[in-house]
């Protein structure tokens, strides 16, 4: 099983919020803010959408927004479209030279 | 543009290894790290190990230490990933990803490489 834990599933309806977790440690989520999340359509390559916790790359929505609090980091995604239908992934920097993914999260937009 | 190209599918059996490779272009390469993740079949992604790309030093993560390798030619700015001893739970697609040294993020994805291990 993946180190960092995420809900399965998720789901919002178009316009609504929606907000998944990523749950790990004091020695990974919590013990650096470098969590990152990646959305993922089926067979394209990830793409990076929050890096450092809360920062955005050029080009991502503002609907995007990241947190952290203690071992919980969270993306939040704002007046859900239908393209926000998608796997999310969150990601955490452990220390020694290790990262880690967690399971995964399918987002579903009703 | 900045890009990382991988080199295209591969079926091997079982024991057997599989070298795939990811080329640069569009960025200085040896100003970054590279970062191998694979996605098995309807699993999840998975993190291998990271090379860096100016002194080649290199980690792999615990699952596939001994069987995993990582290579770079600066003079071509690639990549390669080597996976020895192959099998079928090794079935995944596998992506290189660039990691500037700052964010510790994988800002940059290659296309991605099928590799199927079928006896």
């Known amino acids: 099983q993946s180190a960092l834990t995420q809900p399965p599933s998720a789901s919002g309806s178009l316009g609504q919020s929606v907000t998944i977790s990523c749950t790990g440690t004091s020695s990974d989520v919590g013990g650096y803010n470098f969590v990152s999340w990646y959305q993922l359509y089926p067979g394209k390559a990830p793409k990076l959408m929050i890096y450092e916790v809360t920062k955005r790359p050029s080009g991502v929505p503002d609907r995007f927004s990241g947190s952290k609090s203690g071992n919980t980091a969270s993306l939040t995604v704002s007046g859900l479209q239908a393209e926000d239908e998608a796997d999310y992934y969150c990601n955490s920097y452990a220390g020694s030279d290790n990262w880690e993914f967690g399971g995964g999260t399918k987002l579903t937009v009703l | 543009q900045v890009q990382l190209v991988q080199s295209g599918t591969e079926v091997k059996k079982p024991g057997a290894s599989v070298k795939v490779s990811c080329k640069a272009s569009g960025y200085t390469f040896t100003s970054y790290y590279i970062h191998w993740v694979r996605q098995a079949p309807g699993q999840g992604l998975e993190w291998m190990g990271i090379?860096?790309?100016?002194?080649?030093?290199?980690k792999y993560a615990q699952n596939f230490r001994g069987r995993l390798t990582m290579t770079r030619d600066t003079s071509t700015a690639t990549v390669y990933m080597e996976l020895i001893s192959l099998r079928s739970e090794d079935t995944a697609v596998y992506y290189c990803a660039r990691v500037p040294k700052a964010t510790y993020a994988f800002d940059i994805w290659g296309q991605g490489t099928l590799v199927t291990v079928f006896s």
């Open positions: 090379i860096n790309c100016s002194g080649g030093s290199t």
